[in-house]
């Protein structure tokens, strides 16, 4: 079992910034992959971002590159999404999950999530 806790996630203004954490505990080393996904009201969750347990190779959607960051802390068990020059289309509840498989990932790979936590982005 993996057990994942979001934090960091409200409400800013366009432009603005904001830092999601994923804590894992549990049989993390079971997993290859962990990433960031998000869901909008009305729509179907998507990839955001998401890197291996091992290496440093990142993959990021297309809407998001150049703006979000994702990074771990192995010795917290701890990933990060830095979310930087938000848009309103940003806007969605955000989740971290941990799976296997190739990236980008669909979220059929990933088999633990996180509660997710709501960003909000206001225009």
């Known amino acids: 079992q993996v057990r994942l806790v979001e934090s960091g996630g409200g409400l800013v203004q366009a432009g603005g910034s904001l830092r999601l954490s994923c804590a894992a505990s549990?049989?993390?080393?079971?997993?290859?992959?962990m990433g960031w996904f998000r869901q909008a009201p009305g729509k179907e969750r998507e990839f955001v971002a998401g890197?291996?347990?091992?290496?440093?190779?990142?993959y990021y959607a297309d809407s998001v590159k150049g703006r979000f960051t994702i990074s771990r802390d192995n010795a917290k068990n701890t990933m990060y999404l830095q979310m930087n020059s938000l848009k309103s289309d940003d806007t969605a509840v955000y989740y971290c999950?941990?799976?296997?498989?190739?990236?980008?990932?669909?979220?059929?790979?990933?088999?633990?999530w996180g509660q997710g936590t709501q960003v909000t982005v206001s225009s």
């Open positions: 549990g049989r993390t080393f079971s997993s290859q992959i």
């Open positions: 890197m291996r347990w091992s290496g440093t190779s990142t």
């Open positions: 999950g941990t799976g296997w498989g190739n990236l980008p990932a669909s979220a059929e790979q990933f088999d633990y």
